[in-house]
């Protein structure tokens, strides 16, 4: 089945630009999906389709994606961006349901 | 405004059953895909079984095929996901969630709206 990579781990400082990766055979190929978990809470999906947004999502949030590895991006981070990220994508097979293994973005 | 709201969590026996129920408001459940989301303690997100529109389209995760069912109730707008056959690893928060079809050439989900989930518990 289809397997995705995402770094256990990211620190940043406010301001700065937080970069989550996600990897996986061809990703360009599909489209790739992120959300926020925070602790207690339902997740909430920042980014569609690589690079779109919901509605009420800042545009701090981006995304690209391209080869074997989609980025999430998070711009001039704040505190309450503290979150695990998830990268999701959606295959052909019989379970087509897929998350990567989730990053937690710390801002220090 | 749409609403997800799961129950049915509980404690229960490895081996043993229990059934999740999806109560869905502010949209018809039929004109969606839905799925169930698990998090066990200290884990990801793992997606578990998904419905499609058409009621007879369902896939399981490796991890529970054979032993869970998604199935729905359109007279009372609730999805349901029956669970057999528990084992520890099943301990998990569960969520059920809408899912929209991104762009392109075929229907890549995502899941834009989520419950807030409910608890099952795993102990003999």
């Known amino acids: 089945s289809y397997a995705l990579t995402q770094p256990p781990s990211v620190s940043v400082a406010p301001g700065q630009t937080a970069r989550i990766s996600c990897g996986g055979k061809?990703?360009?190929?599909?489209?790739v999906h992120w959300y926020q978990k925070k602790p207690g809470q339902a997740p909430v999906l920042v980014v569609f389709?690589?690079?779109d947004r919901p509605s009420g999502i800042p545009d701090r949030f981006t995304g690209s994606n391209s080869g074997n590895t989609a980025t999430l991006i998070i711009n001039r981070v704040e505190a309450g961006d503290e979150a695990d990220y998830y990268c999701?994508?959606?295959?052909?097979?019989?379970?087509?349901?897929?998350f990567g293994g989730g990053t937690k973005v710390t801002v220090v | 405004e749409v609403q997800l709201s799961e129950s049915g969590g509980g404690l229960a026996q490895p081996g043993g059953s229990l059934r999740l129920s999806c109560a869905v408001s502010?949209?018809?459940?039929?004109?969606?895909?839905m799925s169930w989301v698990r998090q066990a303690p200290g884990k990801g997100l793992e997606w578990v079984s998904v419905?499609?529109?058409?009621?007879?389209?369902?896939y399981y995760a490796d991890s529970v095929k054979g032993r869970f069912t998604i199935f729905r109730d359109i007279s009372k707008n609730t999805l349901h996901l029956e669970m057999n056959s528990l084992r520890a690893e099943d301990a998990a928060l569960y969520y059920c969630?809408?899912?929209?079809?991104?762009?392109?050439?075929?229907?890549?989900?995502?899941?834009?709206?989520w419950g807030q989930g409910t608890q099952v518990t795993l102990s003999s």
């Open positions: 502010g949209i018809n459940l039929d004109d969606y895909a």
């Open positions: 969630a809408r899912m929209r079809c991104g762009s392109g050439s075929y229907c890549m989900y995502f899941f834009d709206i």
């Open positions: 999701q994508v959606w295959d052909r097979s019989d379970h087509p349901g897929v």
């Open positions: 419905m499609k529109t058409d009621g007879g389209s369902t």
């Open positions: 061809n990703i360009g190929l599909l489209n």
């Open positions: 389709d690589d690079d």
